[in-house]
């Protein structure tokens, strides 16, 4: 009998995706056997989210990273770091926002989600732009804060959002990517940031990275990891509920990527099972060098 089965509860066989409401993914032996170790000792906490950030950093091709409980709740600590720039976000301004100008988020028409609300809990306003450049160029005001781009299905009738990024810098407008579902492929941990220039980019820990489920990674500029940590948890403020344990932010001792539960070894391991036609996809096109 199952853990579940002791609760009454029956597994269940997940036809679907890596659906949050069907628990995620299914975490390598690797990675659980990583969470055991990590758990077994006391350590500092915030020490460890640097270390662990510098280090998923490297691996991922990126200036820094953060480890969040989740991909929304990486939306809300970025978010509310990118209002209070060029400014140190200050914890307890939120969702008051007193001294914070930069009030408003703008996002595409036909990216509007249910995840809206990660923005709205900063405090921010969510200011609607039709899906054309013309309208998001219109939307800008010196209380823009940022553009959320969700990628993925949501962003089909969007503009290019190459284009979309071109006329954010040309306002100096942040551009931050809710890619939480949208790996593999693996590339995507630094397409999103060192290819298209993106300011920063959340990802989801528990689908296709195959890591707990209660856990995400923001990848991005310095300026905006360092707005992250000073918002997360421990510290008193809007970051407080989001805590990450130590078992969530454990990484490779050995220095190689590939051994990483995080990066190649998350994605190799879900390709191996896949069919052959798709594993040789996964080969050529996924496992790319971290």
């Given at each position: 009998?199952?853990?579940?089965?002791?609760?009454?509860i029956?597994?269940?066989?997940?036809?679907?995706?890596?659906?949050?409401?069907l628990?995620?993914?299914?975490m390598?032996r690797?990675?659980?056997?990583?969470?055991?170790?990590?758990?077994?000792?006391?350590?500092?906490?915030p020490?460890?989210?640097?270390?662990?950030?510098?280090?998923i950093?490297?691996?991922?091709?990126?200036?820094?990273?953060?480890?969040?409980?989740?991909?929304?709740?990486?939306?809300?600590?970025?978010v509310?770091t990118?209002?209070?720039?060029?400014?140190?976000?200050d914890?307890?301004?939120y969702?008051?926002?007193?001294?914070?100008?930069?009030?408003?988020?703008?996002?595409?028409?036909?990216?509007r989600?249910?995840?809206?609300?990660?923005?709205?809990?900063?405090?921010?306003s969510i200011?609607?732009c039709?899906?054309?450049?013309?309208?998001?160029?219109?939307?800008?005001?010196?209380?823009?804060?940022?553009?959320?781009?969700f990628?993925?299905?949501l962003?089909?009738?969007?503009?290019?959002?190459?284009?979309?990024?071109?006329?954010?810098?040309?306002?100096?407008?942040?551009?931050?990517?809710?890619?939480?579902?949208?790996?593999?492929?693996?590339?995507?941990?630094w397409?999103?940031?060192?290819?298209?220039?993106?300011?920063?980019?959340?990802?989801?820990?528990?689908?296709?990275?195959?890591g707990?489920?209660a856990?995400?990674?923001?990848?991005?500029?310095?300026?905006?990891?360092?707005?992250?940590?000073?918002?997360?948890?421990?510290?008193?403020?809007?970051?407080?509920?989001?805590?990450?344990?130590?078992?969530?932010r454990?990484h490779?001792?050995?220095?190689?990527?590939?051994?990483?539960?995080?990066?190649?070894?998350?994605i190799?391991?879900?390709?191996r099972?896949?069919?052959?036609?798709?594993?040789r996809?996964?080969?050529?096109?996924?496992?790319?060098?971290?």
């Amino acid at each position: 009998m199952s853990i579940y089965e002791d609760l009454g509860i029956k597994p269940i066989i997940n036809a679907s995706a890596t659906l949050t409401k069907l628990g995620g993914s299914r975490m390598p032996r690797e990675v659980l056997e990583a969470m055991n170790a990590a758990a077994g000792s006391f350590v500092d906490l915030p020490l460890l989210q640097t270390r662990v950030g510098d280090r998923i950093a490297e691996l991922t091709r990126n200036e820094a990273a953060f480890v969040s409980s989740g991909a929304a709740a990486g939306i809300v600590l970025a978010v509310a770091t990118l209002m209070a720039a060029p400014n140190e976000p200050d914890p307890m301004a939120y969702p008051m926002l007193e001294g914070i100008t930069k009030n408003e988020a703008i996002v595409f028409t036909s990216q509007r989600n249910g995840y809206d609300f990660a923005i709205r809990q900063t405090g921010a306003s969510i200011v609607e732009c039709d899906d054309t450049l013309e309208s998001f160029e219109s939307a800008i005001t010196e209380r823009t804060a940022c553009l959320v781009w969700f990628a993925g299905a949501l962003a089909v009738k969007s503009p290019p959002i190459e284009d979309v990024i071109a006329i954010a810098r040309k306002h100096r407008v942040p551009v931050l990517v809710d890619a939480a579902a949208q790996i593999p492929p693996v590339s995507n941990l630094w397409h999103y940031t060192k290819v298209l220039g993106c300011d920063g980019v959340v990802f989801s820990g528990g689908k296709g990275i195959r890591g707990p489920q209660a856990a995400g990674l923001v990848l991005g500029t310095r300026e905006l990891i360092a707005g992250c940590r000073r918002l997360s948890s421990p510290t008193q403020g809007i970051g407080r509920p989001m805590k990450v344990g130590k078992h969530y932010r454990w990484h490779s001792r050995s220095g190689s990527a590939a051994s990483s539960p995080i990066t190649t070894k998350a994605i190799g391991l879900f390709s191996r099972r896949w069919s052959p036609r798709n594993r040789r996809m996964a080969t050529s096109r996924f496992i790319s060098p971290v």
